[in-house]
């Protein structure tokens, strides 16, 4: 028994539980179905929880780094400002998906002043933030088989 469990590890032992000790006794096929999606659903956001902060903070670093040399564009200068206005001290979940939400308005205006001066690398190198998203993105909901559906 964990005495200090965090979210994912007790996400965990939902997990096991519905695995263990409910699905080798649901008979009925639509309720088995459900329980399997809940099962993955559940092992998603056991992941999540683990590490969404950190890749929250991660990924709006990249973006800065991707988006910096299109500085002199007034609405990546102004987002930029923005974004580096918010307290980013704050590990609270809420604080950070706001920080990370103003990143995001950072990468779509980046991308827009990339593409209107035509600067191939700073394309290059804002789509491989977008790729990298996408990719950590499908490791979670990515998983997802649709049980039963076909």
Do not use: N
């Not at 590990?91 to 991308?111: T, W």
């Amino acid at each position: 028994m964990l005495s200090r469990p965090t979210t994912d590890q007790v996400l965990e032992g939902i997990l096991r539980d519905l695995r263990d000790r409910v699905l080798p006794h649901v008979d009925d096929e639509p309720a088995k179905v459900a329980a399997q999606m809940m099962e993955q659903l559940l092992r998603g956001a056991a992941v999540r929880a683990a590490h969404e902060i950190a890749w929250m903070h991660e990924e709006t670093a990249e973006i800065v780094a991707a988006s910096t040399r299109f500085e002199a564009d007034p609405a990546v200068g102004a987002a930029l400002a923005e974004l580096r206005g918010a307290d980013a001290s704050s590990l609270h979940l809420a604080d950070v998906v706001a920080r990370y939400s103003l990143a995001g308005d950072v990468l779509g205006c980046a991308m827009e002043a990339a593409y209107a001066a035509g600067d191939q690398e700073g394309i290059d190198a804002l789509r491989a933030v977008l790729q990298a998203r996408s990719d950590r993105e499908m490791q979670i909901i990515g998983q997802l088989d649709l049980v039963g559906r076909g």
